[in-house]
């Protein structure tokens, strides 16, 4: 599968998720506003967090592993097999404190014990949403870009439909449920096209665990594990120092801010998962991963370069037409918003280059530095400037985080030039 071809297929894809999540901001702007925003956006990073850990976190490792084994049908199967019974377990696991501590999380994610039941639903739905997330792994990584594309445009219609149901409904707790549940529910339309993409049935997911392959899984789930706490623990604290210092119709516009971004990279992040990530996995010398790194710059600038352009030229609009009025004044913090999500996406091409050759260390360590930094220039520059200093403080550490991440890129494209040339030494004649 070509890039060009992945990226087409990937775009139709985001195209369903963009609109779809276009949609949802409407909707919830309409019926939970600025305040509700936030709310939201505070249960959204706790149960990112939690079926990220219930998983194992081997969603990349699971990716890396099954491109790598393309020709060991065998192989892949019992790496399928360790994953899906290391998350099963998980989910169980998680389950029991989810329900057991349903008061105290409700108390510290929303301040009150009056949605501590939505823990519950959590609870139920989490081995359905870690079962989603593997299937839609092993797509990615057998390269079965039409049945992912598929998977994903099915999952984004559906969860639309159950979050806008529930929201219209009951409002700011419909919208709650809604998250709990709505990835559990796309899980038997993703488990209708793993069959033909994956050649067995979605019950070969669950079997005896090979302990090799949990110890090559294991550095995957460290990074993916430190993505999934840092990140959303990092926005948790923000939020509350907004809303204790700003109020909560600033945590609002920041967390509208953030889903602006979010919507704004899926067709790239789309691209860097399911075509660079395992196209770097499979590269062993330093010259081929820069020649491709180049080809991740030339594709991903230009597009967002442009995107973030005809954002900002029509921000009022966009705001007018994809929120309310109420969302108005984030549309002064936009550019630097756009211009932070330009570093983002361009650090990334380079960061997922650590992901792929299972570089725990570094991407641990930058993801907590920086995350750190991120939360600390953050909670400073929006006491002092208010939405715009948030802004700034993302811009900011994006640009460091590419400067830092690139350095990383470039001592791994050194050790795999070494190591192709002792290889090459290694058999000549």
Not at 101 to 113: D, I, K
Not at 327 to 341: C, E, H, K, R, V
Request: charged letters at 10%; one cysteine or more; hydrophobic letters at 55%.
């Amino acid at each position: 599968m070509t890039l060009f071809k992945t990226s087409a297929l990937s775009a139709l894809a985001v195209l369903v998720k963009v609109g779809t999540s276009l949609f949802l901001s409407k909707v919830l702007a309409v019926y939970v506003g600025p305040a509700g925003f936030g709310v939201v956006g505070q249960f959204q990073s706790l149960v990112s967090t939690v079926t990220t850990f219930a998983s194992g976190a081997t969603a990349n490792g699971v990716i890396k592993l099954t491109a790598e084994s393309a020709a060991f049908s065998e192989r892949q199967r019992a790496i399928w097999a360790t994953a899906g019974t290391l998350g099963l377990a998980g989910a169980a696991i998680f389950a029991m404190p989810l329900v057991g501590m349903r008061t105290h999380l409700s108390n510290w994610v929303f301040g009150s014990a009056e949605h501590s039941d939505l823990f519950v639903w959590l609870a139920a739905a989490l081995g359905f949403i870690v079962s989603n997330g593997l299937m839609l792994a092993v797509m990615n990584g057998r390269k079965a870009v039409k049945e992912l594309a598929a998977s994903n445009i099915l999952g984004s219609l559906v969860t639309a439909i159950v979050a806008t149901i529930l929201a219209t409904q009951w409002g700011l707790r419909g919208a709650l449920l809604a998250i709990a549940i709505g990835p559990a529910v796309a899980c038997g339309f993703t488990a209708l096209m793993f069959r033909g993409a994956a050649g067995v049935h979605w019950r070969a997911l669950v079997g005896k665990i090979d302990l090799p392959m949990a110890r090559a899984l294991g550095g995957f789930a460290l990074m993916a594990a430190t993505t999934a706490v840092v990140g959303p623990l990092g926005q948790i604290v923000i939020r509350d120092q907004l809303a204790a210092h700003l109020g909560w119709d600033t945590a609002g516009l920041w967390q509208a801010l953030l889903r602006i971004s979010e919507t704004h990279l899926l067709l790239l992040t789309s691209t860097l998962s399911v075509y660079f990530l395992p196209r770097f996995a499979e590269i062993q010398v330093g010259a081929e991963l820069q020649h491709e790194v180049r080809r991740g710059y030339l594709f991903i600038f230009p597009i967002v370069l442009a995107t973030g352009t005809m954002l900002y030229a029509g921000r009022e609009i966009l705001v007018q037409i994809l929120l309310t009025e109420n969302f108005m004044p984030l549309t002064s913090a936009l550019g630097l918003q756009l211009i932070g999500d330009a570093l983002k996406i361009c650090s990334w091409v380079v960061a997922f280059t650590m992901i792929s050759h299972s570089r725990v260390r570094s991407f641990i360590s930058t993801e907590i530095v920086f995350t750190g930094i991120f939360v600390l220039t953050t909670v400073t520059l929006s006491r002092k400037y208010g939405l715009h200093g948030a802004a700034m403080a993302y811009a900011g550490t994006y640009l460091a985080y590419w400067a830092t991440v690139h350095l990383l890129y470039r001592q791994l494209v050194r050790e795999l030039n070494r190591g192709a040339g002792l290889n090459a030494a290694a058999l000549a004649p």
